[in-house]
Antibody, heavy 118, light 110 residues
Framework: EVQLLESGGGLVQPGGSLRLSCAASGFTFSNFAMSWVRQAPGRGLEWISSIGESGRTTKYTDSVKGRFTISRDNSKDTLYLQMNSLRADDTAVYHC???????????WGQGALVTVSS | QSALTQPPSASGSPGQSVTISCTGTSSDVGGYNYVSWYQQHPGKAPKLMIYEVNKRPSGVPDRFSGSKSGNTASLTVSGLQADDEADYYCNSYAGSNNLVFGGGTKLTVL
């Protein structure tokens, strides 16, 4: 059974940093691109970033370029999202998803809530 | 990177059919056959219902179907059931290493 489990969310002040992790199981992690998608409270879904199978290829939405970094450790079956210079409008539930830039996400994690507030 | 346009709400009675539209441009929906649809119940993670415009993942009932004409993609739910009441989102590859989602449609089963 495919499972994606996010961790690392929490409350952070504006300008602060946070690193999210997504532990994957039930499939060969290194064979699949992965992505992060977020959902602000009461709002719709927003694609944030995708990473290729090896980790060499990364893509970001414009609003997080230069602030967020996606990475993966295939030896640990884990996906990461390093978030720096956080802003209030980054407040959202962050989901990791199995799939890449073409938007076909077969599996999603339940999400990690990130709240940016002073 | 404008979001795709979906109607905020849609409704239908049990057994009826309802179609939800997702309008983009020639740079996203109209330019690629990479449109997906997701169902999201409150407090739950999204669930993939349709990918690549009209393909259904295993386990998704054939009451759900997808199509595309020009810059508009559509999701049709036939034989509406109470459990179909949820939010529905479309997304599309938009070229230049970009993916855009629609704003979501709240489907109410009357």
């Amino acid at each position: 059974e495919v499972q994606l489990l996010e961790s690392g969310g929490g409350l952070v002040q504006p300008g602060g940093s946070l690193r999210l992790s997504c532990a994957a199981s039930g499939f060969t992690f290194s064979n699949f691109a992965m992505s992060w998608v977020r959902q602000a409270p009461g709002r719709g879904l927003e694609w944030i970033s995708s990473i290729g199978e090896s980790g060499r290829t990364t893509k970001y939405t414009d609003s997080v370029k230069g602030r967020f970094t996606i990475s993966r450790d295939n030896s640990k079956d884990t996906l990461y999202l390093q978030m720096n210079s956080l802003r209030a409008d980054d407040t959202a539930v962050y989901h990791c998803a199995l799939g890449g830039i073409f938007g076909h996400y077969d599996y999603w994690g339940q999400g990690a809530l990130v709240t940016v507030s002073s | 990177q404008s979001a795709l346009t979906q109607p905020p709400s849609a409704s239908g009675s049990p057994g009826q059919s309802v179609t939800i539209s997702c309008t983009g441009t020639s740079s996203d929906v109209g330019g690629y056959n990479y449109v997906s649809w997701y169902q999201q119940h409150p407090g739950k993670a999204p669930k993939l219902m349709i990918y690549e415009v009209n393909k259904r993942p295993s386990g998704v009932p054939d009451r759900f179907s997808g199509s595309k004409s020009g810059n508009t993609a559509s999701l049709t739910v036939s034989g509406l059931q109470a459990d179909d009441e949820a939010d529905y989102y479309c997304n599309s590859y938009a070229g230049s290493n970009n993916l855009v989602f629609g704003g979501g449609t709240k489907l109410t089963v009357l």
